[in-house]
């Protein structure tokens, strides 16, 4: 008999449905199973049996659009829809069964090892182990160019699912699996065109910034998977960096490890992995060190050292000559291409430019990732701010904001008209920043948008340098305070504490603070090669992994409340939140 199923509602009220197989023994470990494509939590019934014998709580869900969870049938807007889906159901498990992430050990095959390796990448749990068996980072698509043909026909509105025909007999020896997967209704035949392009990107992700990951990993390879390519799993487990991982290959096993007729000795592996992990403590690295050596550093540092290149070279030339052409690419080149002027073009979304090829160029400018992410993340910042301040404007008489480099200020002003109809109390809105232009635009908005003459908002703009101590005066004391895109231009751990120091002394008990990072970019090589920032020199930027960026923040004594992360994996916006009963600490 399988257990009953029990549910919870994701972020946009999809309900998700699971299994919980309760261990004999009591216990605090337990781990998490995610399943393949097509398939649902009563498929890793003997899995989950397994680890309750052995003494584990264990949790399987039926993921989005799969078994009996609501959804499409195995579509999603993006994948990192599903990977957010986990992270919301790991919490909901820790919340309902009072259960700590420390003591938590996830195990996923095939889709559900990319999900599972997706929500360790992007959201930095610091969980026990990590078993990845047979993970779905490229499925074998037999036909040639198959992801650029689907891209097309997607584009052209066309083939909006694609079929499955992989056979019970390719995945698994066993005959009475084979005969279970075939008359199970429950396992969908077919997958949704988008989410499949999806996957293929978020595969190609996490193989270029797998070096981000440092929990213990075990990795199951099946030496005969007619579903999922095994070269990238050999790539994506060298670039780990992890201090502790092992690769186990099974040379005669099908694609469904857990399955497969001698599975025992892949739930034996697996087993023995968790338990060893279980018995040492968690080592993480120095991350508030990172800035000085580590992976980020490396790649930051391999940046000086591109060596001269046509392409780069060429492309630098056509930004220099054709590229005002573009209003984007003009306004960068005056201000830097990280300056606020630039950032509220991108903002705009609005292509403009010198004739019928300048509005062209600036168009494709528009539409590069690294700005896509930057709309997104201005999204969530929007959700973030609306949020958390009406959450601090129930315990307060008037609400207190502040940006501590607010560059022109568009994301604090839009929050300010929507402010004059949410809030029934009186806002001030401090904006800050180094750069006195930065200021005079930011006062240029609010005044086109009517906010000089608001009775319900009050600005106030000063001159200040974020990176300078004397920049946070402890008397002054805030609601919810944004650090937007800052750190984000800083590699220095030491001058991002001193922000985030300063943030935290100037933040009232239980007030929020709302921060933004840049995991990982896909064009690093490429904006390092041909951009500058404001001050001239080449932007090589050195992305912070999710981990070191929440460990500077809770160094100075704020506790993370939530994380929101766009589907490129660019950007992050998260809340921490200064508890009354803990003092902050100095940079």
Known sequence: ???????????????????????????????????????????????????????????????????????????????????????????????????KTENLAVVGNSLGALVASGWVHDYAPNIRALVLAAPAFRIKLYMPFAIPLLRLARKLGVMNRVTSYVKSKVLTHDRAQQKSFNEDPLISKGIATDLLIDTYDTGTRLLADAGAITVPTLMLCAGNDWVVKNKPQRDFYLKLNSGWKEWQYYPDFFHAIFHEDHRNLAFERSLDFVQRAFKKPIQQPDYLNQDKQGYSRDQQDALKFLGPRLDYWFTRLVFKYVGPLSKGIKISQQHGFDSGSSLDHVYENTPQGTGAIGKLIDQTYLNSPGWVGIRQRKEFLDQLLDKYSAEAATREAELKVLDIACGNGRYMIDFATRVQTNHSLPVTIELRDYVQHNLTQSQSYAQNKGLDESEAVTFLYVQEDAFVEQSYQVEKQFDVIVISGLLELESDNSKALVALAGAANQLKDNGYLIYTNQPWHPQLEFIGAVLDKHSGEPWQMRPRIQAEMDALVAHVGLHKLEMLIDTQGIFTVSVAQKMSSVKSAKA
């Open 1 to 99: 008999m399988l257990p009953e199923l029990e549910y919870f509602n994701s972020f946009d009220g999809c309900k998700l449905v699971y299994r919980n197989w309760p261990s004999k023994k009591k216990t605090d470990n337990w781990v998490v199973l995610f399943h393949r494509g097509h398939e649902h939590s009563g498929r890793q019934a003997e899995l989950a049996e397994f680890f309750s014998d052995k003494g584990y709580n264990v949790f399987a869900w039926d993921a989005r659009g799969n078994g009996e969870s609501e959804g499409e049938r195995d579509a999603a807007e993006s994948f990192s829809v599903l990977i957010r889906d986990a992270n919301l159901f790991i919490e909901h498990l820790a919340n309902k069964h009072r259960l």
